[in-house]
């Protein structure tokens, strides 16, 4: 008797699973890219532009610039050696900028030419931002 309820029960859970992939499928939402590049004018650079969601994710964070000082965090360097920043010139929006250093203490690099006093620069997120605008993630 035990036998005939163990058969039927692996039979039920087998319709059922066959029942299951014959549902119709959901309607799959649009795919959204969480992020846009948008050449700027006159320059080689691009305006990396996130969703809410996308700049959530990577948790972007950014500090205002004061004097000629930023945290080392923000500091990206390129295949070069060029050293870069990226601004938040709005929200959402983000462009790299070039800096050149003059030192590092501590976890600061002091700048000799670069920034605007009060800039926000981003000082989580920006191996991400560097990816989503040269297409190193491709």
Not at 39 to 55: C, H, N, Q, S, Y
Not at 86 to 109: H, K, S
Request: charged fraction near 25%; proline fraction near 6%.
């Amino acid at each position: 008797m035990k036998h005939k309820n163990i058969s039927l029960l692996i039979l039920l859970i087998l319709a059922v699973l066959q029942l299951s992939a014959c549902a119709p499928k959901s309607e799959r939402a649009e795919k959204v890219n969480p992020v846009k590049l948008e050449p700027i004018e006159g320059t080689d650079f691009k305006r990396v532009i996130l969703t809410e969601k996308a700049a959530e994710r990577i948790d972007v964070q950014t500090i205002s610039v004061r004097g000629k000082a930023v945290p080392y965090a923000a500091v990206i360097y390129d295949t070069e050696g060029n050293t870069w920043v990226y601004t938040n010139p709005e929200p959402l929006v983000f462009v790299r900028q070039p800096i050149v250093i003059d030192r590092i203490e501590g976890d600061q690099a002091l700048l000799s030419q670069g920034l605007d006093a009060n800039t926000p620069v981003v000082t989580v997120g920006v191996a991400e931002l560097y990816g989503a605008e040269t297409g190193v993630s491709k």
